[in-house]
């Protein structure tokens, strides 16, 4: 095998399929969820910290909505059914990423370069699916053989039900898979289900495992670099 390029076949690289996680690890979107929700509960009269922004990441809505419910004022404790403010915050950002969203630094590459070669994908968010619709409209949907949703699950991240549900569709075990995350409950997902996992750690602290590996970001890493860089563990 050359040590710059991959031959265009899966048997040359070392997974037979790769499951993205979106917000965060393919897409550039937590600084506009970030934006959405500072805007939406200072209006409600609550200042949302970064701590707050960080405690949201990740998913799924269900979590994030009581979480947002909890910190308004005691006068608005009873204004919103649950779910209503997750809503809110949904529509700003279907709106706001249909206007255009941007990769990850490396990302495009990376999917690009699997793309080629022909390795399955799958993009497996926990994010309702107008979201993950309207970041498609951005980026395209031709790289994946499916899409999974918050909508598309009985049970979103941390449970194991979508990267499993990908897998399946695809036709790959799932411990043939590597998953790319960022957060703490897309990587707890994935450990579960049996993949490996390249975390990127972006805002805190991830889980490890016997299958993880982390790594600052996926700018500058090329196929090569992705194969060579699990092979101590995928020995094992």
């Not at 200042?47 to 909505?65: F, L, N």
């Not at 968010?125 to 409209?137: E, G, K, M, T």
């Not at 960022?182 to 993949?195: H, M, Q, V």
């Amino acid at each position: 095998m050359p040590t710059n390029s991959l031959n265009h076949s899966t048997t040359e690289f070392r997974f037979k399929a790769v499951l993205w996680d979106m917000d965060g690890t393919l897409i550039d979107s937590e600084p506009i969820w970030i934006e959405q929700e500072r805007v939406l509960m200072e209006h409600l009269g609550v200042v949302w910290s970064d701590e707050d922004a960080i405690h949201c990441i990740g998913g799924p809505m269900e979590r994030v909505d009581s979480f947002m419910r909890s910190k308004l004022p005691l006068e608005h404790h009873n204004r919103f059914a649950p779910l209503e403010l997750t809503n809110i915050l949904l529509e700003r950002m279907s709106v706001r990423l249909a206007e255009g969203v941007s990769f990850t630094p490396g990302a495009h590459s990376l999917l690009q370069e699997l793309h080629q070669l022909s390795v399955p994908q799958a993009l497996v968010s926990a994010s309702a699916r107008p979201l993950v619709d309207a970041a498609l409209q951005s980026i395209g949907d031709e790289y994946f053989a499916i899409t999974i949703s918050d909508n598309d699950v009985s049970n979103s991240k941390p449970d194991p039900e979508g990267y499993l549900k990908a897998a399946d569709h695809i036709g790959v075990p799932i411990d043939q898979c590597l998953v790319i995350e960022d957060s703490k409950t897309g990587i707890t997902a994935a450990i579960e289900a049996g993949a490996f996992v390249l975390g990127l750690p972006h805002f805190a602290e991830l889980p490890s495992g016997e299958r993880v590996l982390h790594r600052k970001s996926l700018e500058g890493l090329s196929l090569v670099d992705l194969h060579d860089l699990f092979a101590p563990i995928h020995r094992r």
